[in-house]
């Protein structure tokens, strides 16, 4: 059997924050705003992820609360393996996207799928990462944050019926 989530997630710019995506520090640009490190990519892996297996969204399982207070979200990501493979699932693959017109991302995204990859324990190879514009078009081409989305495709654990 195989499960599939998507995941979305959408953060503003701060200036007095680094920007971490997919666990990467971007140097020398805004970073986003958020309770955790804001890492919108991370966040909307987690939610497909929690999606397909069932487990509501990121918001009902670690909410804004002073335990996630500036954790890393690949932290709060590897938490929701773990949730996924006690209800009997692993990763097989994830696509992803992140959608910002600034800073420009393409130097970071094998480092982006390689720390997501590690996190959900697969291969590289099992993970993309890409990066696209809107050109010019809505919050994000007008420069005021990043959007990510994400899809995961989940695998049954061996001896596993549902």
């Excluded at 999606?51 to 890393?72: H, K, N």
């Excluded at 590289?124 to 994400?150: C, H, N, Y």
């Amino acid at each position: 059997m195989i499960r599939v989530g998507t995941g979305f997630d959408v953060h503003a710019f701060d200036d007095d924050r680094p920007l971490i995506i997919g666990g990467v520090l971007v140097p020398e640009t805004p970073g986003l705003g958020g309770h955790s490190d804001a890492d919108v990519l991370s966040h909307a892996v987690t939610d497909a992820l929690l999606g397909a297996v069932g487990l509501g969204d990121l918001g009902a399982l670690y909410p804004a609360s002073d335990e996630w207070r500036a954790a890393s979200s690949l932290s709060i990501l590897a938490d929701a393996v773990m949730r996924a493979r006690a209800a009997g699932w692993i990763v097989s693959n994830v696509d992803c996207t992140v959608i910002a017109e600034r800073p420009k991302l393409g130097a970071f995204k094998d480092e982006m799928a390689t720390n997501l990859a590690h996190t959900l324990d697969v291969e590289p190879e099992a993970v993309s990462v890409k990066a696209t514009t809107t050109d010019g078009l809505g919050f994000t081409g007008r420069g005021e944050g990043i959007a990510a989305q994400a899809v995961v495709v989940l695998a049954s654990s061996a001896g596993r019926e549902s």
